[in-house]
């Protein structure tokens, strides 16, 4: 399954998918390998993760700025290099060091054997910039995932700055505030709070052509709103769980059963 065909898998499933955030991150240290390999274990269709970049250009999946919250390490982590970063332990959930390091976006492309649809969070304004945003194109076109990848951003400049060296790739655009669809973006992350505003979100959405998939990674509670809105994707910091409310909700497996 790639982005161009996961609405019609939407359907054909009759069930929203699962996109682990951050990978199983309630069990795992959130963006390491660990976590994504868990979390397609427990069933989950996609994984989102953050990209940035080190001191050596190198793409790594990391969400913070700096690196106090989820290693040993401190300061940005524009400052340090890859091996540097790769050397430094993260923070599993309950607070403590593991051993796993932190990945770039070529180890996840191998660890999933390029089969997985990624959703991608460009977190770091290098983007905007030609330079790095080949980069990224590069790293996903050797690997082989450039349809099954997809790109979001708060700040949709990032998104478009990749499009327009590749305009292939799939964007989006993640928002706080809008609460009708944005033009231009094939997936689309409003906050949960704004699909309670404006409840026909999902239908506009879907006229433009979109992917909707709130911005919204414990969403138990919500999610038979969300079913019966027809959202796309729902994010999950527990894949299992929301699988399993999924299931209980629809009496649809993971194949469409």
């Known amino acids: 399954m790639d982005w161009d065909t996961f609405r019609a898998e939407r359907r054909r499933v009759g069930r929203p998918f699962v996109v682990a955030h951050r990978g199983a991150r309630l069990i795992e240290a959130e963006n390491t390998l660990q976590a994504f390999l868990l979390a397609l ?18 793409l790594i999946l990391f969400h913070d700025p700096t690196l106090e919250r989820m290693t040993e390490g401190t300061g940005p982590v524009r400052a340090h290099s890859l091996d540097e970063l790769q050397r430094l332990r993260t923070r599993r959930p309950d607070g403590t060091l593991g051993t796993d390091r932190i990945p770039t976006l070529a180890d996840l492309i191998a660890a999933t054997g390029g089969q997985t649809p990624l959703l991608l969070e460009l977190k770091d304004p290098l983007f905007l910039q030609e330079k790095y945003a080949q980069i990224l194109v590069d790293t996903l076109m050797q690997g082989g995932v450039l349809r ?3 790109l979001v951003s708060f700040h949709f400049e990032h998104v478009l700055a990749v ?57 138990e509670t919500r999610l038979p709103y ?7 994707a729902v994010l999950a910091d527990d894949p299992a769980g929301v699988l399993a409310r999924i299931g209980r909700l629809t009496g649809k497996s993971k194949n469409g059963a």
């Not at 305009?167 to 709070?193: E, F, M, S, V, Y």
Request: with cysteine; net charge negative.
């Open 41 to 58: 274990g427990q069933g989950a269709d996609a994984l989102e993760t953050d990209l940035r970049f080190t001191a050596d250009d190198q």
């Open 148 to 150: 099954r990848s997809a």
């Open 163 to 219: 499009e327009s060296i590749c305009p292939d790739i799939p964007i989006g655009h993640i928002t706080l505030k809008n609460p009708w669809p944005r033009r231009g973006a094939r997936l689309l992350g409003p906050l949960w709070p704004l699909m309670y505003l404006n409840p026909f979100y999902t239908a506009h959405a879907h006229r433009m052509g979109s992917i909707v998939a709130p911005l919204d990674p414990t969403p």
């Open 226 to 232: 969300y079913i019966t809105w027809g959202v796309d």
